[in-house]
């Protein structure tokens, strides 16, 4: 799948301030990768706002599914 350049920079923000955060630093509950694909999935169903994009990214630390439509089904 490609993305535009607008909206590859989004995940790309996303990703960076998750793993910059001490939740991530702490939790250890997901790998940088894991998130990374969490992130892609959640694009690849159509989501583009970065709060949201990160409060997911988050949700998947805390050991929730995190609203991904894949992983809800």
Request: proline share 1%.
């Amino acid at each position: 799948m490609s993305y535009e350049a607008a909206t590859i920079a989004t995940l790309r923000r996303a990703l960076d301030e998750v793993i910059h955060d001490s939740r991530f630093r702490h939790r250890k509950s997901a790998s940088a990768l894991e998130i990374a694909e969490h992130l892609l999935a959640l694009a690849a169903a159509g989501e583009r706002d970065l709060e949201r994009l990160k409060a997911s990214a988050f949700g998947k630390l805390a050991g929730n599914a995190g609203r991904v439509p894949s992983e809800a089904a």
